[in-house]
């Protein structure tokens, strides 16, 4: 079982920045996968970023590629979303989740079930970006 928590949402200006956080608990925190996704209003929820157990490997959601970056503490049982010129379509619920593959051999087809897969889901935290 892993319990996540979110951190760092609010309201942040068109092209600032602003750090997403997520802390696990438990002790097998590097036995995962972690993700971020989100969900705006009116729309389902999508994948933004991902990064396998050591951080070696990561891949993002077109709409966020040299923008966003993910990385994590395996010290400390947290996974950032850092967030660069965020626009004001980034706005949304962002959530973390673990998944129980540690990593990939390559990207995982959109589509795949893959993304389907993560099996543990914190609550969320709101961004709103001010244009």
């Known amino acids: 079982q892993v319990h996540l928590v979110e951190s760092g949402g609010g309201l942040v200006q068109a092209g600032a920045s602003l750090r997403l956080s997520c802390v696990a608990s438990?002790?097998?925190?590097?036995?995962?996968?972690m993700g971020w996704f989100r969900r705006a209003p009116g729309k389902e929820r999508e994948f933004v970023a991902a990064?396998?157990?050591?951080?070696?490997?990561?891949f993002y959601a077109d709409s966020v590629k040299g923008r966003f970056t993910i990385s994590r503490d395996n010290s400390k049982n947290l996974v950032y979303l850092q967030m660069n010129s965020p626009k004001p379509e980034d706005a949304a619920v962002y959530y973390c989740?673990?998944?129980?593959?540690?990593?990939?051999?390559?990207?995982?087809?959109?589509?795949?079930?893959?993304?389907?897969?993560?099996?543990?889901w914190g609550q969320g935290t709101q961004v709103t970006v001010s244009s």
């Open positions: 990064i396998n157990w050591s951080g070696s490997s990561t």
């Open positions: 438990g002790r097998t925190f590097e036995s995962y996968a």
């Open positions: 989740a673990a998944h129980p593959l540690r990593s990939w051999a390559q990207r995982p087809a959109d589509g795949s079930s893959w993304y389907s897969e993560f099996k543990y």
